[in-house]
């Protein structure tokens, strides 16, 4: 089975490390690299986590605070992943039947009773 990954993204930290405190300080530097995002771009890439990114925008993060891609992109497992695993597996806690289904969890169908 292959792992589940997640990542954390450092560049807030690693800005602030080497003095740059704001959005605006970064925008410039990656202009002068040939990456052109607008003011809301460039804050989305500072204080959230990105989903894509570029080759080119990354490139020129790596060059502008002087660090390796370990630095800024954080492997780390995906949370829940051993859940996961387990319930897929039957593995998890909780009244479960011998057929890895919900056990005595499973709904019971109606009884119509005539008067």
């Given at each position: 089975?292959?792992?589940?990954?997640?990542?954390?993204?450092?560049?807030?930290?690693?800005?602030?490390?080497?003095?740059?405190?704001?959005?605006t300080d970064?925008?410039?530097?990656?202009?002068?690299?040939?990456?052109d995002?607008?003011?809301?771009?460039?804050?989305?890439?500072?204080v959230?986590?990105?989903e894509?990114?570029?080759?080119?925008?990354?490139?020129a993060?790596l060059?502008?605070?002087?660090c390796?891609?370990e630095?800024?992109?954080?492997?780390?497992?995906?949370?829940?992943?051993?859940?996961?695993?387990?319930?897929?597996?039957?593995?998890?806690?909780?009244?479960?039947?011998?057929?890895g289904?919900v056990?005595?969890?499973?709904?019971?169908?109606?009884r119509?009773?005539?008067?």
């Amino acid at each position: 089975m292959t792992a589940l990954l997640d990542y954390r993204w450092h560049l807030r930290e690693l800005m602030a490390s080497r003095g740059m405190f704001s959005t605006t300080d970064l925008r410039p530097l990656l202009a002068e690299r040939g990456v052109d995002l607008s003011p809301s771009q460039t804050y989305r890439l500072v204080v959230e986590r990105p989903e894509r990114l570029s080759l080119r925008t990354l490139m020129a993060l790596l060059d502008i605070l002087g660090c390796r891609m370990e630095e800024l992109i954080e492997p780390v497992p995906a949370a829940g992943a051993v859940r996961r695993r387990e319930a897929a597996s039957g593995g998890g806690s909780g009244p479960v039947d011998s057929g890895g289904g919900v056990g005595e969890f499973r709904p019971r169908r109606a009884r119509i009773v005539p008067e």
